[in-house]
């Protein structure tokens, strides 16, 4: 069996595998193809090859990734990965994927990121889950909010928009998210493309949905959010549901506007929220919170360190203090022992020979360097040895964030 980095010639047979390991039609457009040839990076998009039948795919490509105190670092970011059922179970993930890390290591990636399909399948590769999601349905009519409602309090305003002034504001409004949220990864511009209708993904069927910006006082775009609406009618009463395909508020007030807006809007009987931050502002917005009810809670972007010092040297800390860290790897490029010396306006971390506070494996350090999870909860459950007594309670106060970290988007 050929691990390889395909070329041109392959791309069909390449999606064909893609679309066979996703359980999609194996049918392969034209379309298909010129929009994969424009999207893939062919030295970074590898292929598994029995004879000439593709049946392995695996593809990375250069993504920032936001840190607690604004600054970013250059993450690989693997996707579309798959191995056909016929030949599954035989280690040709874990080929596709060591293949990538290494180059990804030798690149200078400070991490590798991924969304997981299956919980089970990234840990063993040194992958944490890093971020979270929850996902709430609101019942409109139990929320308390006034339905009188007839734009903010604060002087802002919501103002429907078309595509063209979502690509003139979106990017950067979507930069000061990631300057203000770790977790975020970068949006490149065929997203806002795609997200406008300029560009369409073959195997994704679009209707142009709504936009609408929140406008400051002093008329800044504060918040985005794109949503569309279902036609559903009950007894000649309307219950549509609008479900929010993407919504970024880069301050409170606009966050507040936003779901107020939506939530009071005339026919709307459910809000579908899309994945949030589990720390959302949403629920507690609301008069009566029971009625935004949970109906995912799932781990999202899942992230890989690479370059321990350097991850953790590029964050700013919630305190000041120092912890060395003994991260085990068996796979290799994050293992050691470092000095971390942390504060809230940055940090120094370096190898040391110092004693460890803390014995963690590479994946639990993923989990725990966006500010997300809990060192005293990995203690506790045995995935994670206290060298000395308090260290992970330590450890905690130093990596937690106040706000968690969100990654708004999939790739
Ligand atoms: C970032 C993304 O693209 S996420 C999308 C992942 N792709 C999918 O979910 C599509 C459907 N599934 C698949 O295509 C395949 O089953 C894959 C890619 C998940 C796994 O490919 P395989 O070649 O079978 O994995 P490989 O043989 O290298 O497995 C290595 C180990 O992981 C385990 N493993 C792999 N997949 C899973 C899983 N879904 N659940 C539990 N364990 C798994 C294997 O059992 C094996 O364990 P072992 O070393 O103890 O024997």
């Known amino acids: 069996m050929d691990v390889r980095t395909i070329t041109e010639p392959d791309l069909p047979e390449w999606i064909r595998a ?25 030295r970074r998009t ?3 090859f029995d004879d000439d039948r593709c049946v392995g795919t695996l593809r990375s490509f250069t993504q920032q990734l936001s840190l607690p105190g604004g600054a970013s670092v250059t993450a690989g970011a693997v996707s579309n990965v798959t191995v056909s059922p016929t030949h599954r179970r035989r280690g040709l993930l874990g080929r596709m994927l060591g293949e990538d890390l290494r180059e990804a290591r030798d690149r200078g990636d400070v991490a590798a990121t991924l969304i997981a399909a299956e919980y089970p399948i990234y ?42 002034a979502v690509r003139k504001h979106g990017p950067a409004l979507h930069r000061r ?42 008329g800044e775009p504060e918040g985005l959010v794109v949503y569309a609406a279902d036609d559903r009618w009950d007894a000649k009463r309307p219950r549509n549901t609008l479900t929010v395909r993407d919504l970024i508020a880069v301050t409170p007030r606009a966050e507040r506007a936003l779901w107020h807006y939506l939530l009071t809007i005339d026919w709307v009987g459910t809000v579908r929220t899309g994945y949030r931050a589990p720390d959302d502002l949403l629920p507690d917005l609301l008069p009566d919170p029971r009625a935004a009810r949970v109906t995912t809670h799932a781990d999202y972007l899942w992230v890989r360190p690479l370059d321990v010092p350097r991850l953790l040297a590029a964050r700013t800390y919630a305190t000041t203090g120092t912890l060395v860290l003994a991260v085990t790897d068996p796979a290799g490029p994050a293992a050691g022992r470092f000095l971390l010396d942390a504060g809230p306006d940055g940090a120094h971390c370096a190898p040391t020979n110092r004693e460890a506070d803390l014995t963690l494996p590479v994946g639990e350090l993923g989990a725990l360097c966006l500010g997300d999870g809990s060192a005293v909860r990995l203690a506790a459950l045995g995935r994670i040895t206290e060298e000395r007594p308090g260290a992970a309670a330590r450890a905690e106060l130093l990596l937690r964030t106040a706000r968690r970290p969100w990654c708004p988007d999939e790739f």
């Open 18 to 42: 893609l679309r066979t390991g996703f359980l999609a039609s194996p049918e392969v457009s034209e379309e298909d193809i010129a929009f994969r040839r424009a999207t893939v990076d062919f």
């Open 46 to 48: 590898r292929g598994v």
């Open 123 to 164: 840990g063993r590769y040194g992958f944490g889950p890093a971020t979270w999601v929850t996902e709430w349905e609101v019942d409109v009519h139990r929320t308390g909010l006034d339905r009188r409602y007839s734009g903010p309090s604060c002087g802002g305003r919501v103002a429907l928009v078309e595509g063209d």
């Open 177 to 218: 998210l990631a300057a203000s949220r770790p977790g975020v990864v970068g949006r490149p511009e065929r997203w806002w493309l795609q997200a406008t209708g300029q560009l369409h993904h073959p195997a994704r069927t679009w209707t142009r949905p709504f936009y609408a910006l929140y406008l400051s006082p002093g």
